[in-house]
């Protein structure tokens, strides 16, 4: 072969490599992460999610490209942050708190959409049945308000005169019907009195805390959903402000401060919605992925605000606890 050929060659290889390895980033999936939290609120979990999608052979930035829209708090922004992840035409969005998978929901219809929500998901009318979703969402139900009892359960048990207790929701979340329904129905069974108070903003957690700081209720249950789990500093930091023993949905609240936490496994949860964001990106449909049901509890104590609380800790409970935090 002549020199000059061979350089000519050589010319369009270069050119050619450049082209390919374009190509080739340009078809890596790109999947759509929906939530209503600030970064700092779910940067454990978002570590268990691409986890999750590790586990099936994805991971962000190397295969994998993701695009993260967070509402800061603000849930009405979340129809628009939808929006815009149907219009980029993501191969799936996943969403984290029953508003974010509404938004998604709403914004398409032919987008596979992964969930997580505490609340049942048919009720929701999210999907047509567990085991066969039916249409373009599945995901994982983390049963918080099913263990609602449970939770007022343990409450008494660290606070045994426990008699009137508060209840702390976020009115605009789905699930909080369901989590009224059930705390009403354990406050019958266990002859507690319950104040409901409502929190849609920062400035409403900290006049409800004031309310609770003159009334004096024995106990504190905080509701489960995004919005307050996005403020548990500032929840953890009011109820050790006015000496309130409250009990939490998740362990993440017991490790921001606050007194005890019960709920599902929430990691793994998150972890269980990267395996199936990956499943859908390898061919899976929704409709063929049952949703998940959450199956292991967890109870965390933080020891250190108990002694701060002047609370002794029951034995039964110690011996329970799956961590107990010093």
């Known amino acids: 072969m002549k020199r000059r050929e061979f350089i000519t ?3 369009g290889a270069a050119v050619a490599w450049p082209l390919a390895a374009r190509a080739q980033q340009a078809a890596r999936p790109v999947i759509g992460f929906l939530d209503s939290r600030l970064p700092d609120a779910i940067t454990d979990r978002l570590r268990a999610f691409r986890q999750g999608l590790k586990d ?3 991971v962000e930035g190397e295969n994998l490209a993701i695009v993260y829209r967070l509402a800061n708090n603000q849930d009405d922004r979340l129809p628009e942050l939808a929006a815009d992840l149907a219009r980029r035409g993501v191969a799936v969005i996943a969403t984290a708190g029953t508003p974010s998978t509404f938004a998604a929901k709403a914004a398409s219809t032919t987008i596979p959409i992964v969930f997580l929500t505490g609340d049942d998901p048919v009720r929701l009318g999210l999907v047509t049945s567990l085991s066969r979703p039916g249409g373009n969402l599945t995901g994982i139900n983390v049963f918080n308000s099913e263990v609602t009892a449970k939770r007022m359960e343990l409450l008494r048990e660290l606070v045994p005169h426990l008699r009137r207790i508060a209840v702390l929701v976020n009115p605009a979340d789905a699930n909080t019907e369901t989590q009224l329904k059930a705390v009403n129905e354990a406050a019958r069974t266990m002859g507690l009195q319950i104040q409901v108070l409502n929190a849609d903003t920062s400035t409403e957690i900290d006049a409800a805390f004031e309310t609770m700081g003159r009334e004096r209720p024995d106990g504190v249950l905080v509701g489960t959903t995004a919005f307050l789990n996005g403020r548990r ?5 009011q109820a050790s402000f006015h000496r309130l023993p409250a009990i939490y949905a998740s ?3 017991a490790e921001a401060g606050g007194l005890m936490s019960y709920g599902s496994d929430i990691m793994g949860s998150w972890r269980q919605a990267g ?3 990956g499943r859908i990106l390898k061919g899976a449909t929704p409709k063929d992925l049952p949703v998940v049901q959450a199956n292991k509890f967890e109870l965390v104590i933080n020891a250190q605000t108990a002694r701060m609380f002047g609370l002794a800790l029951p034995d039964r409970l110690l011996a329970i606890a799956d961590e107990v935090i010093e």
């Open 9 to 11: 060659l050589l010319g």
């Open 233 to 237: 500093v500032q929840l953890a930091h």
């Open 275 to 277: 395996v199936y964001t």
């Open 56 to 58: 099936v052979g994805y």
């Open 251 to 253: 362990r993440d609240y």
